[in-house]
């Protein structure tokens, strides 16, 4: 093989991985978006939790489950009666419909309120949701 077929492979080979690479990236775009306006749509994904004295935390908390695709959040407020307010922080999550609060203050500590919280929680919602 003389060295200009070589060359001329070479440029080839080196112009259409280019294209190769572009195409690919595209296809997987594609995939992507396919999987997620087609397949995913007809998952929806809760998230119940319960929650006191959050206020400094519980928007960085919303913020996370919202940017990895969560339909709802349910807060169980079970904060003192007089404690702090969680409206006062996620009040245009709640506004949206993003995050429910349920209120959940005063419980009584004897009786396990995070196990009655999920279990309200789940008969609640176990229809509307695949996970």
Do not use: W
């Not at 077929?5 to 997987?28: A, H, P, S, V």
């Not at 998230?47 to 990895?68: D, G, P, S, T, W």
Request: hydrophobic content about 35%; overall charge positive.
């Amino acid at each position: 093989m003389s060295m200009n077929k070589i060359n001329k492979n070479k440029i080839f080979f080196i112009k259409y991985k280019k294209k190769y690479k572009l195409i690919i990236f595209i296809f997987t775009i594609l995939f992507f978006l396919f999987h997620k306006v087609f397949i995913k749509k007809d998952i929806k994904v809760c998230l119940c939790a319960i929650a006191k004295n959050e206020n400094l935390y519980i928007r960085e908390f919303v913020e996370h489950y919202k940017r990895i695709d969560y339909d709802n959040i349910f807060i169980y407020d079970n904060n003192d009666k007089d404690g702090e307010n969680f409206n006062e922080v996620i009040d245009d999550y709640i506004k949206s419909g993003f995050v429910e609060i349920i209120n959940y203050r005063e419980r009584d500590m004897q009786t396990t309120p995070l196990f009655d919280a999920y279990k309200d929680c789940y008969s609640r919602n176990k229809k509307k949701y695949n996970e």
